[in-house]
């Protein structure tokens, strides 16, 4: 038995190793068959025993009449006997003291039967058996010793069979999984020799008649790409974990970049002994950022082409500007003033029709004047370049609320403005954006007996610092609000109240030029209130 062991352990193939133990167990016990039954389960029979390895004297059939699916003992009567083996214990009988149901399953002239169970890693795994023919004969200590050894051999070379199975397997899974990876793995002894490669690395490094197994990295990849990565092989060489970026020529020409991961193979004792190495072809992404960097060139180069457009159109606008301004406003002055000279020679001579003609003319001119520096006014707005500083809003707001009240002392107005408002931004236009807003109020509450206008400072539905102009005037309506920011968009008649319609136009742009909302609010009757944000 120990020969036949040490076969085994010489990795011998299992059918040969067991025949062999069948055969010298047969011949030294003197019987005339030995099997090995291996125990399986079957989802509708349950436990069974399955004949797997036999031996039988020569010119001697075998006295096992078995199916090659074997027998089940659940509900048999010779269930007990198995309970026997499955405690260690031998079954060793005449077979005439058998159970009938044992008995039918042994040939006809068998006389007595030894059987023994086979244990691997602590489970019952199988049973070895041998029987004899002829007269009654009561087995020797020492066959049975035997057959105890033959049971100890043969459930260690089925453990050890099972295991190899196993490795196998998973060996198998293990290639398949790594195979169909999208990444490239290999293995790199200290000497820097390729030990593994997966499908793609092979793919990607060799060719279909070359294989890299075997072969140095020089001899992988070449003398050049091979110095490009020693310093990533030393630090691996030194139990460094290393990822860096690689490029290299595939064998068909194509550039590949690659994304390298190199994790040191450390023995038990610490000691590296090569590197894993992951590879992820990252030539698609490397393509990418290539176009979006040329796409990003181009993108600047048009914006710089369209910001000089831009800036040459601004000139071009503030020339145009001015000259209209100019333009524009001195024949309005002759108007002006030729009308009003008019009036004067011929008071007393015109009759209320003409004089009203008078008044109509002069507050046409005086609409127009309005008007252009509303349009300047907002030029300035628009193309002014922005001094952001920190601008005292609350004393901005005081400053304009006594001018408006120098300009008409009748008038009895609430004014209430929150202390200690700041923002950042172009001081110029920030106070142009107010006076445009309290103004507004002011005129839009000049109907009012009890005017309140409030400037005061709190926060959006996002939580963003946010300012508030609130007025208890004539309000709108807010089916239109979306018109108030809009240049000659003038939600009142000239009749009720004058303007011209580019006031709110000019906050808007000035807001969205800080990079803040405006937003507005109301009803008619009811007052209106503007909500906007800046930079704080």
């Avoid at 092989?233 to 460094?240: F, I, L, P, S, V």
């Avoid at 926060?459 to 609000?481: K, L, S, V, W």
Wanted: proline share 3%.
């Amino acid at each position: 038995m120990s020969y036949a062991a040490e076969r085994f352990l010489g990795q011998e193939p299992l059918d040969s190793v067991l025949t062999d133990v069948l055969e010298r167990l047969g011949k030294a016990a003197e019987v005339g068959d030995a099997t090995v039954f291996e125990l399986v389960d079957d989802t509708e029979r349950g436990g069974c025993l399955v004949p797997r390895y036999s031996w039988s004297a020569p010119g001697a059939e075998s006295v096992f009449d078995f199916a090659p699916d074997g027998f089940a003992w659940a509900g048999t009567d010779f269930a007990h006997l198995f309970a026997l083996l499955e405690q260690g214990q031998p079954l060793v009988a005449r077979v005439e003291e058998l159970p009938a149901g044992l008995r039918a399953l042994l040939a006809g002239d068998m006389s007595a039967i030894a059987a023994l169970p086979i244990f691997a890693a602590g489970q019952l795994v199988g049973v070895i058996a041998v029987s004899r023919r002829g007269g009654p004969r009561d087995w020797a200590e020492s066959e049975i010793g035997a057959l105890k050894t033959a049971a100890a051999v043969t459930g260690a070379a089925l453990e050890r069979n099972r295991s190899r199975r196993a490795v196998r397997r998973r060996d198998e899974l293990l290639r398949l999984i790594v195979d169909n990876a999208p990444l490239m793995v290999a293995y790199f002894d200290h000497a820097r020799r390729c030990r593994f490669a997966n499908r793609r690395y092979q793919e990607s490094f060799g060719v279909p008649d070359d294989p890299v197994l075997g072969k140095t990295l020089e001899e992988i990849i070449g003398a050049e790409d091979c110095r490009a990565t020693e310093p990533y092989w030393k630090r691996t060489q030194a139990g460094e974990q290393v990822t860096f970026e690689h490029a290299h020529d595939r064998a068909d020409g194509t550039r590949q970049h690659l994304e390298v991961s190199a994790v040191p193979h450390r023995t038990e004792s610490g000691e590296v002994a090569g590197c894993y190495v992951i590879l992820t072809d990252i030539t698609e992404r490397k393509q990418s950022e290539e176009s979006l960097r040329r796409a990003h060139d181009q993108l600047e180069e048009k914006v710089r082409e369209r910001t000089e457009e831009l800036l040459m159109l601004n000139r071009e606008l503030e020339a145009f500007s001015y000259s209209v301004s100019h333009d524009l406003r001195a024949p309005l002055r002759a108007i002006d003033g030729f009308s009003h000279l008019l009036e004067e020679q011929l008071a007393g001579k015109l009759d209320a029709e003409t004089e009203n003609y008078f008044g109509r003319i002069r507050a046409a001119v005086q609409r127009m004047f309005w008007m252009i520096e509303g349009l300047l006014e907002l030029g300035r707005a628009s193309r002014k370049e922005i001094d952001a500083t920190q601008v005292d809003l609350s004393l901005c707001a005081r400053e304009i609320v006594e001018d408006l009240a120098a300009g008409n002392g009748a008038r009895r107005v609430e004014w209430i403005i929150e202390d200690g408002l700041r923002a950042v931004g172009d001081r110029q236009l920030l106070r142009l954006l107010l006076q445009n807003l309290l103004e507004n109020a002011w005129k839009y509450t000049a109907r009012c007996e009890a005017a309140r206008i409030e400037f005061r400072a709190g926060q959006a539905a996002d939580g963003t610092p946010e300012f508030t102009i609130r007025d208890n005037g004539a309000g709108f309506d807010m089916a239109h609000a979306q018109r108030l920011f809009q240049p000659f968009q003038r939600l009142h008649s000239t009749r009720d109240f004058d303007g011209t319609g580019i006031g709110l136009a000019t906050v808007a742009r000035i807001v969205h030029r800080h990079g803040g909302r405006i937003r507005a609010e109301g009803a008619p009757g009811r007052g209106a209130s503007f909500h906007f944000t800046l930079p704080t």
